[in-house]
């Protein structure tokens, strides 16, 4: 089964950095692909999840959390179509936040930052380990959605665009990578 690994809180505003491409040169007998700067890593094969965070953690020059899922959870989360309509808005840009661990209980939703209609984000849906949101830019100022997420579910997360997802999708469904 494949894994799908995200580093949490490296390579932003110019701490925890580090180079995704070395990493994965490194790992390259575990056949890892880097998406990126942002710490995201599509990993096929059948690599234990506690075979992968050994040898990342061995070689990763900073300290990070890694949230690591099986592929078939994010190709299965993109292949539902989540988001409401209202995400083809133009303005509104579509992230997920993937969370330590599962949720015990679905929270009410949706849960805005800062709330009412001017809101910034707005979390619309939780799926496993997935919570969906919604983001959008009024003024100057912007609202965290990673921070959003962790506050409101008490939960460490990390948060990619909607297109790294579909990216994920594509690498394990082309072949490239087994599901």
Same mark, same amino acid.
């Given at each position: 089964m494949s894994l799908v690994l995200f $580093?949490?809180?490296v390579n932003v505003g110019g701490h925890q950095v580090f180079r995704p491409s070395l990493l994965a040169k490194q790992l390259a007998h575990l056949g890892v692909m880097n998406l990126g700067a942002a710490g995201t890593f599509v990993v096929p094969g059948t690599v234990s999840q506690q075979a992968l965070r050994t040898e990342v953690r061995r070689r990763l020059p900073v300290p990070a959390e890694l949230m690591i899922c099986p592929g078939r959870?994010?190709?299965d989360l993109v292949s539902r179509h989540p988001f409401p309509n209202e995400s083809a808005d133009k303005d509104v840009r579509r992230f997920v936040s993937v969370m330590s661990r599962r949720l015990p209980k679905a929270p009410p939703l949706p849960l805005a930052g800062p709330s009412g209609s001017r809101w910034q984000v707005s979390i619309v849906g939780v799926s496993g380990r997935f919570a969906l949101s919604l983001y959008r830019r009024l003024g100057p100022s912007s609202v965290d959605i990673n921070g959003l997420?962790?506050?409101?579910?008490?939960?460490?997360a990390t948060t990619r665009?909607?297109?790294t997802m579909c990216k994920i999708r594509? $690498? $394990?469904e082309g072949g490239r990578a087994s599901r």
């Open positions: $580093l949490r809180a959870d994010v190709v997420v962790e506050k409101h579910f008490d939960v460490s665009n909607w297109n594509d $690498l $394990l």
